[in-house]
T-cell receptor
Framework: SQTIHQWPATLVQPVGSPLSLECTVE??????LYWYRQAAGRGLQLLFY??????ISSEVPQNLSASRPQDRQFILSSKKLLLSDSGFYLC??????????FGSGTRLTVV | QKEVEQDPGPLSVPEGAIVSLNCTYS??????FMWYRQYSRKGPELLMY????GNKEDGRFTAQVDKSSKYISLFIRDSQPSDSATYLC????????????FGKGTMLLVSP
């Protein structure tokens, strides 16, 4: 079964600073990968998904970008963080029975 | 109308109660339905899945799907304090690279 590693678990960043969140996957090859953001009262919002190396689809226009430099690596970035970028960021890949396996998430607070 | 509607709660029940969590959806293309459990500050974990109308049971948990009414439910029998979490419904039409559509989640609090 797949395992998703995300780090860091918690991050506090000032407005205007850059961001880089990393996600790596074990136990599968060439998976679809997803970045979600979960904000209070808003549920899970799909930000980006990738079907392969270098292939990124953006679901929501925003201050963030994603890259997939390797088969099992998915990176979420920002050049300048906004207060509205605060939230719980989750990486996911398809698991069993059409569901997703999620990582443990990164809680980002922009101050 | 949002694709998936789910009451955010919180839903507070005493230990041992039967809990009913529900979602409604509008897209008749959805064929596969899932329930995720998310503990505080953790990623969601798949709890149950089903792809047909009717009931599916797993221990204390029963997932129910009514495609004609576009309504799904999760029942928890003999609820325990360890069941306190946010429960998210999710669904997909599964057409190639289709993604999951999630409800916003219902927070459940089970008091001892």
């Amino acid at each position: 079964s797949q395992t998703i590693h995300q780090w860091p678990a918690t991050l506090v960043q000032p407005v205007g600073s850059p961001l880089s969140l990393e996600c790596t996957v074990e136990g599968t090859s060439n998976p679809n990968l997803y970045w979600y953001r979960q904000a209070a009262g808003r549920g899970l919002q799909l930000l980006f998904y990738s079907v392969g190396i270098g292939q990124i689809s953006s679901e929501v226009p925003q201050n963030l970008s994603a890259s997939r430099p390797q088969d099992r690596q998915f990176i979420l970035s920002s050049k300048k963080l906004l207060l509205s970028d605060s939230g719980f960021y989750l990486c996911a890949c398809p698991g069993l029975n059409y569901g997703y396996t999620f990582g443990s998430g990164t809680r980002l607070t922009v101050v | 109308q949002k694709e998936v509607e789910q009451d955010p709660g919180p839903l507070s029940v005493p230990e041992g109660a039967i809990v009913s969590l529900n979602c409604t959806y509008s897209n008749s293309a959805f064929q596969y339905f899932m329930w995720y459990r998310q503990y505080s500050r953790k990623g969601p974990e798949l709890l149950m899945y089903t792809y047909s109308s009717g009931n599916k049971e797993d221990g204390r948990f029963t997932a129910q799907v009514d495609k004609s009414s576009k309504y799904i439910s999760l029942f928890i029998r003999d609820s325990q304090p360890s069941d306190s979490a946010t429960y998210l419904c999710a669904m997909t039409s599964f057409s190639g690279y289709s993604t999951l559509t999630f409800g916003k989640g219902t927070m459940l609090l089970v008091s001892p």
